[in-house]
């Protein structure tokens, strides 16, 4: 116990349990804080998406939730929580801290101890300490325990400079009843809405960089996300199928894993070649695929489809083909890249992990039968006349019937059948 006459006693607790030392992860909620009477379903759905992303991180973890904060630990690396809770969309900041408990010597020698950590043999390392009390029955001001704070550190780690405007570092100090939280250093979160408080949608995905990115972005918006991804089989290798499972066993890092429904479309494409077609062949193509993920969507409760469309970009997302192309779709059509360009989708699609798999070569259906020059104004009776030559409604059938269902994991192979394509789940 401390002898200063400014240090008030330790409080009495009648709490029993004592407040165990060691380290834990401060999780800021993002968009959550926002929402009102309805905050406890998005705050229990991030926690519930949290729980997903420990799965299989080699030890017992514990949650709890103070303040619009979530405070995460176990018997796990800390390093390791971090790395899976950075990967929940719902998460502003992630901080590794330390827990102690509320009494003013903990609090003192965890501080001195974590600021002559981060020095290490530096001299002049500029620190400041910020501190908020959650409870505000903490005998000590927020103000009054800064100044306590830095001159017990200043005495213990003489190498240290105090600077407030422009620290090297930054002591977090989080006063709880029971206990204290003390970091220094914050990591960005993800941020938006949890995934799966928006509802679900079905991701057309290719094996670009496009509608992986779309799809992240739509999960950070509260979507829980499937996939349907369309090959040219048996007219094209599988190698497409590959990259749209790994593309998928990356994107579920990100939410509760969503399945991946695999689509051969080549049968289907040469008929609408077969029917002239011609130079509107891509759109009649995006057409049928639309028109088939918006009936698969009926069969798994998606409320919308999301694409990676980004306007003008090429020939077949000029803005009569894209009007085109919803015309067929019976479910709304997301896109978020709209208005993106394509080094922005690039440099986003490395940040979120899926650049390297999407620069790896394929077939890709959307080019096979493509005209060498594709209609950039596509009329809807045309493509009408077109569609009649065929039957619609027996394609999509024979589509979805054959389709595969897959269900990509983080650590798990792809399951290869004998024709060398992925087996379905």
């Known amino acids: 116990m401390s002898d200063d006459p400014r240090i008030p006693a330790p409080r009495a607790s009648s709490d029993a349990a004592p407040v165990p030392h060691g ?48 405070v995460l630990g176990g018997q796990v690396p800390v390093e390791a929580l971090v790395e899976r809770a950075r990967r929940v969309v719902g998460f502003n900041s992630v901080e590794p801290a330390v827990r102690v408990p509320s009494a003013f010597d903990d609090i003192t020698a965890s501080a001195i101890d974590a600021l002559r950590a981060v020095s290490g043999e530096r001299r002049g390392l500029r620190f400041a ?21 830095g001159s017990r550190v200043l005495d213990a780690v003489p190498a240290l400079t105090v600077d407030l405007t422009t620290p090297d570092v930054t002591l977090n100090v989080v006063i709880d009843r029971r206990e204290t939280y003390l970091s220094c250093e914050r990591l960005p979160g993800l941020s938006g809405l949890p995934v799966g408080t928006s509802g679900r949608a079905l991701v057309l995905l290719s094996g670009g960089y496009d509608s992986p990115v779309a799809a992240h972005r739509a999960m950070r918006r509260g979507l829980a996300c499937d996939f349907v991804h369309f090959n040219g089989a048996p007219y094209t290798n599988p190698s497409s199928v590959y990259k749209a499972y790994a593309l998928a066993r990356e994107l579920n890092r990100y939410q509760p894993p969503g399945t991946l429904h695999v689509v051969a479309l080549g049968k289907a494409q040469k008929q609408l070649a077969v029917a002239g077609a011609g130079r509107l062949q891509v759109v009649a193509q995006r057409r049928l695929m639309v028109r088939t993920a ?64 999407s620069v790896l070569p394929d077939e890709d259906c959307c080019s096979l039968l493509a005209p060498p020059r594709v209609s950039t104004g596509a009329r809807l009776p045309h493509l009408r006349s077109v569609e009649k030559r065929i039957d619609l409604e027996e394609v999509v059938e024979a589509l979805l019937d054959s389709a595969q269902v897959l269900r990509p994991g983080e650590d798990e192979e792809v399951p290869v059948a004998d024709d060398g394509c992925p087996a379905p789940a």
């Open 23 to 70: 380290p834990c992860v401060l999780l800021k909620h993002g968009e959550v804080f926002l929402k009102g009477r309805n905050r406890h379903r998005f705050t229990e759905r991030l926690q519930d998406n949290l729980r997903v992303a420990l799965r299989g991180v080699g030890g017992s973890t514990w949650i709890k939730t103070a303040h619009n904060v979530t």
């Open 129 to 149: 300490v910020r501190v908020r009390r959650w409870d505000k029955q903490f005998p000590l001001t927020s103000s009054r325990m800064e100044v306590l704070l």
């Open 294 to 357: 918006s009936a698969l969507a009926g069969r798994i409760g998606a409320q919308a489809l999301v694409t990676g469309d980004s306007l003008g970009q090429v020939a077949s997302q000029t803005l009569a083909n894209l009007v085109a192309v919803d015309e067929a779709a019976t479910l709304p059509v997301l896109r978020p890249l709209i208005g993106r360009e394509k080094q922005e989708i690039i440099d986003e699609a490395r940040s979120i992990g899926t650049a390297d798999i």
